[in-house]
């Protein structure tokens, strides 16, 4: 086997390998990496078996063959190497790398023994795969990190009509987001981890699904992806979303955000990062007091609803969080001091953030 591959191709794949591919395992066959070089190119693959990833590498090749290598190792090499091309060929149970005048020599390990990937060939669905990516990357931050009930530690997508929705949700806030798809799918569950990993590899183009027993199949022009899936009924959270809103609040999202965190620096850590906000006239005001003192900001808002004044307490870092996939207008709907708020961005992009109040 002889490859001639760019560094750049070859580490842009490896990078993406590297965040599945652990480091230590009892089984040491899944810390490598699977190469397959084909007339086509390469084929990088690995697995933690939670998460299937297969990557295609233009390059190219003489001699096709598959080999097994230690994977963070081989990255690690090929990150090290000088010049802009890489040249790997098989010598017996060696993997040598070479570029201009360096030259490594891995051992490699038993192709025969590796578990096998398999990725299937027919989609069942297809989606905008960058509308997926920020989809899901919009709510990530509402999966519970917690070891119990754990459907919380995924995000759920589901398909209606004429869209598709993701949802995640720790108990405490949901955040969902609607894109359009005009393909019918399965409602199913994906471990937040798995989607972190997921979010990296899709960019552009067409993401396939295809719906297998326990498990859903990503493939793009360049990747293929197996993701194990969560088991259990994810909760109704359209209950918890308001129905009456009462007053609602229209600002710059990131003059709220910079006014939370300026704010919040004096919250009680002890008391779920309390901060009020006081809405009257036309104005915000946010409070905090902790063991070291207490601080508030005055903001200039557009408000608008039956009720003229209203008083309630969040969650600082939910707040900061509900933001951060906001651009441009915000709007704040509130239902009332004790009832869940909604946080949403003014251009109907699809994203919502569902937070419970704290008692005032």
């Known amino acids: 086997m002889h490859v001639q591959v760019t560094k750049r191709t070859l580490s842009e794949a ?14 040491p066959l899944l810390t490598m990496l699977r190469l397959d070089a084909s007339e086509a190119g390469l084929t990088l693959s690995g697995t933690n078996l939670e998460v299937d990833l297969a990557c295609f590498a233009p390059a190219e090749v003489h001699h096709p063959q ?38 490594f020599k891995l051992q490699i390990g038993d192709l025969g023994a590796y578990p096998p990937l398999t990725f299937p060939q027919v989609a069942d669905a297809v989606v905008d ?4 990516a920020g989809a899901l990357g919009s709510v990530r931050y509402a999966a519970s990190n917690e070891a119990f009930q754990a459907v919380f530690r995924g995000i759920k997508l589901e398909h209606q009509a004429t869209f598709a929705r993701v949802v995640a949700s720790d108990g405490y806030r949901v955040a969902l987001c609607d894109f359009p798809t005009t393909e019918e799918g399965r409602t199913l569950i994906i471990p937040a981890r798995s989607v972190d990993e997921l979010v990296r590899v899709l960019r552009d183009g067409e993401a396939r699904f295809t719906y297998g027993d326990g498990q859903l199949s990503v493939t793009t022009s360049r990747i293929r992806m197996n993701l194990k899936l969560l088991d259990g009924e994810f909760p109704d ?31 009680d850590r002890n008391a779920n990062n309390r901060i009020e906000f006081l809405v009257s006239g036309g ?19 557009v408000q608008s ?6 008083s309630l307490a969040f969650n600082a870092r939910h707040v900061l969080d509900a933001l951060t996939p906001i651009q441009g207008e915000v709007e704040l709907l509130l239902s009332g001091p004790t009832s869940p708020a909604i946080l949403q961005p003014v251009d109907q992009s699809g994203y919502r953030s569902v937070m419970v109040t704290l008692r005032v």
């Open 14 to 27: 490896l990078g993406l390998l590297e965040r599945v591919v652990p480091t230590r395992s009892t089984n």
């Open 283 to 301: 104005k915000l005001r946010l409070a905090a007091e902790g063991e070291y003192g207490r601080a508030q900001d005055l903001l200039e808002v």
């Open 237 to 267: 959270y359209d209950r918890v979303i308001p129905k009456e809103i009462k007053l609602k609040v229209t600002l710059p999202a990131a003059m709220l955000k910079e006014a939370v965190g300026r704010v919040s620096v004096l919250a």
């Open 129 to 132: 795969a960058a509308a997926l």
């Open 66 to 103: 598959s080999l097994v290598v230690p994977a963070h190792l081989f990255a690690q090499v090929v990150r090290n190497m000088n010049g802009e091309l890489i040249e790997l060929s098989l010598e017996g149970t060696e993997l040598t790398v070479r570029a201009e005048g360096s030259d």
């Open 305 to 310: 609803g039956a009720v003229p004044t209203m």
